[in-house]
Every structure is written in C-alpha cells, then in structure tokens.
C-alpha cells in the first residue's frame, strides 16, 4: 500500500523532470446552434458542400473578363489588404518568438580593463600596502540559462500564439474576400446604372422622334400645343434622370477605384450594361458553413487562444525551475588568457516560488476564464450571424428571381400598350396624353427590370460571401511555426 501511495507523486515528478505537465484545460471547439438545413425552396437545393463555388477565384463564376481583371488588381494592391498581410507577419512574428523560448539563451560579455590602485589603498590588517600597482584584466565570459517548462506555462503559449498567427491568417482571408466581394457589388451597381442609362438614352431618342412627329402634326394644325408640350415634359424629365444617374456612377465608379488601389481621378470604367448570366449556386448544409467561413474559424481560433491563456494563467500557482551556468577566460595577458589556468566557470541552479500575492494569481485565472467565455460568446454570435446571412441572401434570390419573371412580364405588356396607343392615336381614337402615360409605363418598367437585374447580381456576390467565397478552414492546419535550424541560429 504504502508503493501505491507513493506512485502518483513519484510519476508527477518524473514527468516534471523529463518533459513537464501542462497545465490548463484541453482545448475542445464550442458547441454551436446548427440548423439541420435552410429554409429554400427552388431553384435551390442541399447538396455536397462547395460544389457550385470556384475555388479561390470565385467571381469567375460570372465569367466577366473585366471583373476578373479588376479583382487581380484589388488583391494586389489593395491597402487595406495590405495591412491584414502585415499583421499575418507581425503574428508569425510573434509565434516565432514564443518558440525560441524553448531554447537556452546563450551571451556573452567580453571586456578588457587596465587600472591603477592606489598606493595608499586600505589594506586588511596592518599590512600597509606595497605602493601603487598597475594592472590589466582581460575577461571572455559566456553565460548560459534555461527555465525549465515544469508546468507548460511555455507550451500554453506557444500553442496560444500558434493559434493567433492562425487567427490572422483566417482575418487575412477574410479581408480578401470582403474586398473582393465589395468590388463585385460595386461592378456590377456600376453595370445596373449603366444598363438604367442605356435605357434612359435610348428613350431620350425616342421622345426627341416623337416629340418631332407631334411638333410637325401641330404645325399642321392635326395635333394641339397641349400634345407638344406633354413630349417635351417627359423628354426633359428624362434627361435629368440621365443626368443624375451619372452621378451616383462616378461614385461607385471612384469606390472601385479606391479598391483597386489607385487615384479616383485617375480611373475610368468603360460603360457596358449588364450581361444576362445564368448562375448555378448551392447554398450547401449548414454544418458546412462553420468550416466555409473565415470569419467563424478566426472566431474559432480567438477561442483557442483564450484557452491557452487559462493555461498560462495556472501555471503562475506552480513553481518555476531555472538551469543557469557561466564560464570563460580571464587573465592579466591576453599571451595567457586562452589557457586551461585561466578558465573560469559555474554552474547553477534556482526554484522559484510566489508565496503570497495578494490574489493576483487567482484573478489572472479568473480573468483568463472570463475572456475564454468571451470568445465563446463571439464565435457563437459569428456564427448565428453566418447562417442569417445565408439565409438572408438565399431568400432574396428566391424573390428576386420570381420579381425578375413578373417583371418581365410587365415590360412585354408596356410596350404592347405603347404600340397600341400610338396606332390608335395616329387613328385619331385617343388623345396624346395616352401615349405619353405608355411611354412613361415602358421607361418606369424597364428601369425596374434593370434595377432587378442588378440587384440579383448583387446578392449572388453577398451569398458566395456569405458562404465563404469557396474557401475551407483545412488550409488552417497548414498556417505554423515550426523551428528550423536557420531560424534558431539567426541573430
């Protein structure tokens, strides 16, 4: 009996000698809410995850040359990206200083010193001295300490900066794919517009033609100055929309810019209108979603790195184990001083141990737990949020694409109202105030087809963000700080 009750001490000092506890709780993901499947209803369906996404470069999915082009450019010049890049290496930074902590520190502090003592220095005893001596002290020393890691204090955070240079590679991945989804968005504002302002110029040069005809029949004395100055009111009415039009695409036109890196007034996008695309997008499962998203594993990460700080915070209750040891060459002539008489050295070593500290160990654990409860709370709200996006976006295509369909609908009969009330008044049946109402009717319908049209664009772009524009939490596994002899042996 007396064995067994040893045991357990002499294998937790065994462990302490040869490789050290670790401290702290296992790191294990937080649970989070999953719906079992979206709330779709066709064209959208649940199938394998990330089959209907390109990988990495996304947008090419709209197969827009012009588009591609300018997202190239965003990725490489863009500012903000650029900072996000800059992080990533402050982390890998940072994670490669926690690692070279697991090695001893080794310095050195050669001097070389000539003194004079004085002949009336005091001496021990009676002894008076022997008058003024001059002499030399040439010193090669090298010291070396090491803090054993007992307790995993040092592992702990390793492991938490490991997961913060994780962290900031998903943060880097996610900047890239908010930049690069605005830009989208903006594209395609831009090519709505666009479209708005072909169908604005076009109908400008059907009401000057018509605004002809009737300024002719009134001059024949067919049609009245009431007809005429109908015309003239909506062509001028049109070409102020035109104008402000204009407007709002120099702004969106100056953000993309801006994405892209470079000066507003140095950027012009060519006017092209929108291009009928047909995209075949899946939503997924929602399960997928955690491993899709860069913002959720950044959250993921962020947790992991407050579970390593409990550890850390633990390991403060426990004590702390120092190897230290010095030795060199000293000697009067540097002729002497590498020789064996001239060697000097010592070895050493201390246990350190906090007796009382007021507390402040307990609050940094109690700290550490609170921030840990943090993050939890954090990757669950990016979470619930995810899947609203999904959802959000995936509902919007469903409406969009029926309002797509009626609207459609709406323009076929405008223009076959057009048709009608011009033969009929050309017939003398009806006056012109009815084709003025039909060409307003065809110009109102055609914007908000384009207006549609756009706006689906749009949100496809805000679902395949949402969805994680095609990238996979697994490339995580790859993003680490691994010691290499180069490294260690660098300055």
């Not at 649970?31 to 066709?42: G, I, L, M, Q, Y």
């Not at 490669?96 to 070389?112: E, Y």
């Not at 204009?246 to 507003?264: S, Y």
Request: charged residues 20%.
């Amino acid at each position: 009996m007396k064995r067994t009750r040893q045991f357990p001490a002499l294998a937790g000092l065994v462990c302490a000698l040869i490789g050290g506890c670790t401290v702290g709780p296992k790191y294990q993901r937080a649970t989070a809410p999953v719906p079992a499947k979206w709330d779709v209803s066709e064209p959208w369906r649940e199938s394998a995850p990330k089959d209907g996404l390109a990988k990495g470069e996304w947008w090419g999915i709209f197969r827009d040359d012009e588009l591609g082009a300018l997202e190239k450019q965003a990725l490489d010049a863009n500012q903000t990206i650029k900072v996000s890049v800059a992080r990533l290496e402050q982390a890998r930074a940072s994670a490669g200083i926690q690692i070279a902590t697991q090695f001893p520190n080794v310095a050195t502090a050669p001097s070389v010193q000539r003194q004079r003592l004085s002949g009336n220095r005091p001496t021990i005893g009676n002894i008076p001295a022997s008058g003024p001596i001059s002499q030399t002290n040439i010193t090669l020393p090298f010291t070396v300490g090491y803090e054993v890691d007992l307790f995993g204090r040092r592992r702990r955070s390793i492991e938490a900066a490991q997961a913060s240079y994780q962290a900031s590679a998903a943060d880097l991945e996610n900047v890239r794919l908010v930049i690069t989804a605005e830009l989208a968005g903006d594209y395609f504002t831009v090519r709505q517009l666009d479209t708005e302002l072909g169908i604005l110029n076009r109908t400008v040069e059907a009401l000057q033609k018509g605004l002809q005809l009737v300024d002719s029949r009134h001059k024949g004395g067919v049609a009245s100055g009431l007809d005429v100055a109908q015309e003239e009111t909506l062509l001028n009415i049109t070409q102020t929309q035109a104008i402000l039009l204009l407007q709002q695409r120099k702004q969106f036109e100056d953000a993309i810019a801006v994405l892209t890196g470079k000066p507003a007034p140095d950027f012009y996008l060519s006017p092209g209108e929108l291009k009928d695309v047909p995209l075949a997008l899946d939503a997924g499962l929602p399960s997928d979603l955690l491993e899709r998203r860069p913002d959720v594993a950044e959250a993921e990460r962020q947790m992991a790195v407050a579970n390593a700080q409990i550890g850390i915070a633990r390991a403060a209750y426990y004590p702390s184990l120092n190897l230290f040891g010095n030795g060199g060459w000293q000697a009067a002539d540097i002729a002497k001083l590498v020789n064996v008489q001239s060697t000097f050295w010592a070895v050493g070593a201390n246990v350190a141990e906090s007796i009382f500290t007021g507390g402040a160990r307990r609050a940094q654990v109690q700290f550490a737990k609170a921030g840990y409860d943090a993050s939890v709370a954090a990757y669950r709200d990016s979470v619930l949020n995810a899947f609203r996006e999904v959802q959000d976006d995936v509902t919007g295509l469903t409406v969009l694409d029926q309002a797509n369909q009626s609207q459609q609908r709406a323009v076929d009969a405008a223009r076959r109202t057009l048709d009608i009330a011009g033969s009929r008044y050309t017939g003398g049946l009806v006056s012109y105030l009815d084709v003025v109402n039909a060409q307003q009717n065809l110009l109102n319908s055609e914007q908000e087809l384009a207006v549609i049209h756009g706006q689906r664009l749009v949100t496809s772009v805000l679902l395949i963000k949402a969805l994680g524009g095609g990238w996979d939490a697994s490339s995580l596994s790859a993003v680490q700080v691994k010691s290499k002899l180069k490294d260690v042996v660098a300055p």
